[in-house]
């Protein structure tokens, strides 16, 4: 599989996590795909993974896993060591990330990248020499992109990004304004033929050019946004007011977390990329408008320990006023890891089986899922559980 | 309908908020029955509703709602004034309860009972002819009854309790200690033929002996044991761990509670049977063993505003431990009687379309319900939403 | 005494309770000054205080009353009936306010204000006049004053508010954006030689303009900003963390309140006034910077039932990470009122006694007290224990 | 110093970070006696600490600490490298500790106790040669003795607790039931006339008889049980409620915890030790009854990670009702390791200076501290900022 955003906290404790469980060194907790559910699919086996990607920061996959040691304890000191081997090999296959029109704060952090810089068309090129590469060197059939890197500004859409062919030209004559590395990354995949799996808020990946390329290639593709913390319990809890005939009045979250995530989001404008996706789902769900707030700050000292609070206030029988609220604190990365590797492995086998398009099952896992309206968890869960019952027959 | 704890903070709330809808003086907020859901259903209207019942305390409605009013707002001033007459003539329905075996905390609330002790026999009739009286009053072809007493302490079961006929003998040996006022209600409403919602734990009601005698007489019933509060949540929330395969460790809950539900269940034996609806659902809808436990204590200040509070473990990739806690902030009344009127016009129908048996589709009511294994909140939902969607075709 | 911002939910609640005090119809729970501390202190009895005020909104105390009721309940229903004389004779005192630059989202509300704009110089007339007509009428010797006007915006300081001679010529030449509403009322109340309780955040009114006017007069004074909620939960748990040398790393602040309190902090500018004053404090108690925030959002459903979620990150032996988090649910008016009203008693004592100047003693009530840059609470309430020490002798 | 415990997760910390700090691996948080409060105190250097003690269980620090890393991660990897050789020193001081009336639960752990029981006064003659021949061996002048032994059950006091001479006949007598372990380890430091610091809820360590035997050896000593996590938070906050005379209604506190220390409070006759000591000081500080209620359960996945929520109901202005709910999360080990270490530190301090009996100035320490009935924590405070003055100059 090929990774954007390939030293993030994300990606190293899904290849950490891989690495440690192919060698039987860590339990398959968090991975759907190694529970009873997918029991009899014929998913590629976690220990044949191999990893690559590209990345704009310097620094190792072990720095980084050391990192994250020091900092929260998620990845425990004795796989540093033991996986120190896998971990230089996979480092190896990191090259440079696309900084284009990524914004300030991204920008900020783009160590690595083309010395001089290239035409967004020769930007492309090296995205997809890179990959293709990479299959080469390991001889592999297939490939699945994801997109982990960090939440970049809103691109503003226009007539450029309605068509492949619009978009095209806008690269040909390379208007370094019209897009954002999460197309580039995206389109990299595409024209590849490669599935893609989009797990950030950005905008500019999914562009309906983007998607026409997808389809044109036949390619299951899925996104966007990982639901991995606040968001999956909103949507989790939120049926239930309805089931009660239960009026939510205010649904106010507010989140804090720290680490490169935070930075990034502290600047309001990829913040507000972020909000948009957490925002809409409750009226969709309940069916009608409320007061809701999502508010994200930055917390240094927590690091990837994201912590939220949600208040909800709500009305029952004879209008009369009650409330639920809630804390959730959890590890970003040790809960978006696992529901990347369950996409990888069944956006892999989507491929194998021939499949195209949004991979609509996946939307369980996503703020904004393509090609699903519903954001009800269990009906999302619903059309997942069917997935796997055919696939299995 | 008949309710069996008539003058309880349920009850009152209940009845008062069917005749301020009756009148227009309150939202149908809380009422699924009052939904999309539930459009071109043809059920009871709300105004049609005449209540009677049983009950083991002196005072009336006017009063108990006064109470209500002082204590948690819930009922507003003005509804008392308002609905000052209907509360009257609903007061004259209602008609001594019955306390035998009751247990002694229910004992010491009993001050409305038979000068002087019936039998066992005499007090089963007394109750049927209360209640056919009522409807006879009323000109009712019709009646549901509802269980809206407090927890008795657990009934140990033994032979007599499983087969119509060994009840019979005990009852006409007038073998006090061989039931409790459950079962007596129950029964009452059984041989009269009358759909019966056991709305409490207690589990004298629905032992073998009785739902012999229900199923004899082709009549729907439903229990036990109202899901309004931190149990609710519990199964709305807990699918979504076995969504993501995070593995719940621990799931404490602590409930705190005052008025006289409070000072019941402050009482051992009471308790013993409500803790046990509660802890058993977890594990069923996880699939595995965990570490849980649920409390309840008695705190007077907070009357009926109930109070949760939730902490909850688990652990995900990299066995990473995490948690989530909420903190439930309802008034149980408030809650609970819009249940019980959606339940009651439900079952009207259901008897009126001829059916009976267990109503599994009131399953998403009920922290134990009846002939349904299944606890997830959402598939109860489902179970709802299908019957529903055939009754209306 | 004499309120400015007479018919807002602060000052109704504290009319209602003093004159329900007053008649035996309330406890004085929430009140100091009827404590065993203020036991043997001369105050003046709470049946003997008259009210009268400045207000910029129609309507009266009873409407105001009334809308608290159905909104909250915090006024109970009896009280509406058994005060109406009171409060209606009270309603009569109020005058009409001035909204001299006093922001967009003040003007907004402003229905009370003279039909043709005066000059500023005669608008401190009128309110002089009002004041002073106000005591005559009533044959009062003693007046307190209280601002309780919603937050206005910044003002931004310059060198006429550094003199009260130069503060004379703004307002002689009718400079109207060199001061506010709140500056107005101050130096109305320095002139008249009252003492006067500043409990908003405003920063216009204690310039040094303004001190000079009261330190000329000799009058006791005090503010600014009540701590009614999470600033005094923050300012009496601070000190914990230094007892046992646990680093704070973050101390985050949510609030979320509804009411025209919260509509006018919605407002960008006058939030900004608030954040000032909630801030501070911490570093100043602990001795060291730290990571802080204090959000405030508008939350229409909650009226005045303010709620304040904090989490406090903190950083102990081995350098190892705890947390405390808490939630706050208060009624902002019910919590301010009594200690307005303990103020006024206090402050009526303090100019009988002939004290003059900031009064420390008062130190505890407020976020950012006059005099005092002890923020520590129970150091400030040492402060109170030991005045009242001394008057008593 | 001596350690009754030596090898609990309080003593390992305790060891560790001293260790730590000696070598300049770890940084002084948490301790009191590294910031300016104490700055100019001749206080004994951490480095120049040696540490022995009695344990019941087998095994070593080094082990001890390997298992709190991976349980908590409270104590870091690299510092299990860096003090191995310190901590192995370390543990050959460590001796049988007495297990004598234990109670069941700790005597299931004690595995490490003479081969053949002996007698009382044997018992205590072999703690007396064990503390002396440490002493001894590393040649000290002083030695301060920590008791951190898991909380026992109750003793029930008699007439025989009364005075040294009655104690004394009972031992000689072998009257094992009427004492326990923390008697004995209490005896042996009076005897040797050794400071004590009392850490545990234990009631049998400062009965009168022992008390007597400090008393009569001019030894300070101090306990008992110390305040460290919820506790502390209620004495930081009960004060605000009487600062604003708010009445506090209920306080309900539920403590949740694994590790050794849960196991042993999870066995009814060892929580009712602890309860006590927590229950009691609201009232103290407050003033007046009031609905209590202190929990405590056992969560085997938080190790020692205790959590606690409470819950605080409070009367306001017009008697309403509003709420304060805090979370906390610490490790116990954590909060209390520095704090014995101020203590040993301070203690040792005392006995140079020639004071003896109960030092009151570690009374913030403490949940009920010896000598002083003052619970509320900022007083308690002043006390140890007086005798630091004091003892400065």
Known sequence: MWIFGALGGLATTLVVGSKAIGKGKASGQGLLTETELCKGLPLIPIKKLVFGGHELRRGSLLQSAREIHEQTGTIPYPLLNALKADLDKTSK?????????????????????PKKPLSMKSELARLQRDIKSFMQ???????????????????????????????SKAIAGDKRSTLR?????????????????????????????????????????MGCDGKTGETLVKSALAPMFKYRNLKVLTWQGYNILGDRDGVILADAENKRAKLESKDG???????????????????????????????????????????????????????AAPIVLDMIRLAELAQRRG??????????????????DDHDLHRQWHLLTEYVKQARS
Chains 1, 2, 3, 4 share one sequence.
């Open 355 to 372: 499949e195209s398009g949004p991979m609509r099952h996946l939307s369980c896992f996503f703020k904004r899922p393509q090609g699903v």
């Open 93 to 113: 296959e990191i090259k440079a990330g696309t900084a284009i029109n990524a914004g300030r704060s991204i920008q900020k952090l783009a160590e690595r990248v």
């Open 137 to 167: 060197r390991n001889r592999l059939t297939r490939c699945v992109c994801v997109n982990l890197t960090s939440t970049e500004p809103q691109l503003k859409l226009t007539s450029t990004h309605q068509s492949a062919e619009a978009l």
């Open 181 to 221: 590395p999460s197309t580039l990354y995206a389109l990299a995949a595409a024209k590849l033929g490669l599935p893609f799996i989009h797990f950030t808020p950005s905008n500019a990946a999914f562009i309906p050019a983007v998607i026409e390329e997808f389809e044109a290639q036949a390619v299951p593709y």
């Open 281 to 335: 789902l409750l009226s969709k769900i309940l069916g009608y408008p409320l007061h809701t707030h999502v508010g994200i700050d930055y917390v240094p000292s927590l690091n990837d320990l994201k912590t939220a609070w949600d208040f909800i206030h709500f009305q029952g029988f004879l209008d009369y006023k009650m409330s639920l609220q809630f804390t959730w604190q959890g590890c970003d990365a040790i809960l």
